[in-house]
């Protein structure tokens, strides 16, 4: 039976790799398929891998209709078992609707995979919709880390090395180093590190000062005194 399958995690845990890699597999078993992405960081109409994989796609936007592009599609006698759509968290809600039906009344397989959520540790809408209609929901074990070396949780934007927590939700960009070029980027932290808001660069930063104890203060209770009578 077909089913919407969707596989969220943050960013560097290999999403996109695993939609490339779930494509060659159907292909090499002679299933038909289409593949989509939106707002990828390589640029429009592609799935691009950190790998250096990657491969062309449609482009997903705010008026795509997946379940008129099916149609349209299986009119004209083309073959068709399965989507691949990545970067999935940028579909707007009534997007995964449409993926949902193409489940439900066509019978096609539907893979999606994306972000759960935002900078602001918010849903995307799409994100939650597919948490809501998936008929399987997959975080993926590939581990992400923060530079502490914790496993990441929570997907930072930063604005020249230094996080921020307001702005739009959607702001394409890349992962940044620790010694950023003045642009806004990406980062994935722990959720000591998130919500406390020290990046790689913030902590270089207070490492060349000589400003990091040589231990964690949250590794120990601070208790108030009372004041003296």
């Known amino acids: 039976m077909a089913e919407l399958v969707f ?16 494509n ?57 078992d399965y989507l691949i759509c990545d970067e999935a968290q940028f579909y707007t809600p009534l997007q995964i609707e449409q993926l949902a039906r193409l489940v439900d009344e066509m019978e096609l397989d539907v893979f999606a995979f994306g972000i759960t959520a935002d900078f602001r540790t918010r849903l ?13 929901v997959h975080v993926l074990q590939v581990e992400a880390l923060c530079w502490c070396g914790r496993r990441a949780t929570h997907n930072a934007r930063t604005l020249d090395g230094v996080m921020v927590v307001e702005g739009d939700q959607v702001v394409v960009g890349d992962v940044t180093s620790s010694t950023p070029e003045g642009r806004v980027g990406y980062e994935t932290l722990c959720r ?25 203060v949250s590794d120990f209770e601070v208790c108030a005194v009372p004041p003296q009578r």
């Open 7 to 22: 596989y969220s995690g943050t960013m560097d845990c290999g999403k996109s790799t695993l939609a490339l890699q779930l």
């Open 124 to 136: 995307f809408p799409g994100s939650q919709r597919l948490i809501e209609l998936a008929d399987r």
């Open 24 to 80: 060659h597999n159907h292909s090499a078993r002679g299933r038909a398929g289409l593949l989509f992405s939106c707002n990828d960081r390589a640029g429009e109409s592609i799935i691009s891998s950190r790998l250096g994989l990657q491969t062309g796609a449609i482009e997903v936007a705010e008026g795509t209709d997946f379940w008129e592009e099916v149609v349209r599609r299986r009119t004209r006698g083309a073959a068709l």
């Open 192 to 216: 000591r590190h998130y919500m406390r808001r020290v990046t790689a660069h913030s902590a270089n930063q207070l490492a060349e000062k000589d400003q990091l104890l040589p231990f964690d």
